[in-house]
């Protein structure tokens, strides 16, 4: 079953952590995202990976950090430099052909900061 | 500055009718146009695509239609069922930023039984 996995679904911290979200695929994709939602808003880019050990920064990338050590693998650091972190986070991956255009997404994670 | 609107937060439909769910974009570099569908607490799933050198596009009871000179597309779904009731983001991708989408708010679609 292929497909992307996103842990935990729910996640609290109090404010000045920092907290990891986790992200692995195991459909072989090359490229993988970092998105967040806020209500009443579309899904802002937060930073891509193309291809193991680089990444880019997306529209909104400040407070947050990410690491590409492996395929499967891309986890988000929400630092406690990002200001308002309580946000509804996805994760997506696509083929390297396909790129942004064939994003499969994850089920997410709220992470609520107290 | 909002490139791709979609300017209705959310619209009710009854079920059998038409929803036709609507987007805007101001960018003409755009050429490549995708749906999506979100139901609560999940993460989008992939609904249709359109390409800037097509007007239509049509996957059973789905069609996109994208009128370029007024940079618009819409979202048919017809007959509406109950299971559509969802958000609805129009996405929109240019040709020389591969990786990179830019997302509307979302129309929050509402099937009345």
């Known amino acids: 079953d292929g497909g992307i996995t996103q842990s935990p679904k729910y996640l609290f911290r109090k404010e000045g952590q920092n907290v990891t979200l986790s992200c692995e695929q195991n459909l072989n994709h090359d490229a993988m995202y970092w998105y967040r939602q806020d209500p009443g808003q579309g899904l802002r880019l937060i930073y891509y990976s193309q291809i193991v050990n680089d990444f880019q920064k997306g529209d909104i990338a400040e407070g947050y950090s990410v690491s590409r050590e492996k395929k499967e693998s891309f986890p988000l650091t929400v630092t406690s430099a990002q200001k308002n972190p309580t946000a509804f986070y996805l994760c997506a991956s696509s083929s390297r052909l396909a790129g942004g255009r064939g994003q499969f997404f994850g089920p997410g994670t709220r992470l609520t900061v107290l | 500055d909002q490139q791709v609107k979609q300017n209705s937060p959310s619209l009710s439909v009854q079920e059998g009718r038409i929803s036709i769910l609507n987007c805007d974009y101001t960018?003409?570099?755009?050429?490549?146009f995708l749906w999506y569908k979100k139901y609560p607490a999940e993460g989008p799933t992939f609904l249709i695509s359109?390409?800037?050198i097509k007007d239509k596009n049509e996957d059973g009871r789905f069609t996109v239609f994208l009128n370029k000179s007024a940079k618009h597309l819409s979202l048919h779904i017809v007959p509406s069922q109950p299971g559509d009731s969802a958000v609805y983001f129009c996405a929109a991708s240019r040709r020389d930023s591969n990786y990179q989408l830019i997302w509307g708010a979302g129309t929050k679609l509402i099937i009345k039984p």
């Open positions: 960018n003409s570099m755009f050429d490549y």
């Open positions: 359109i390409s800037s």
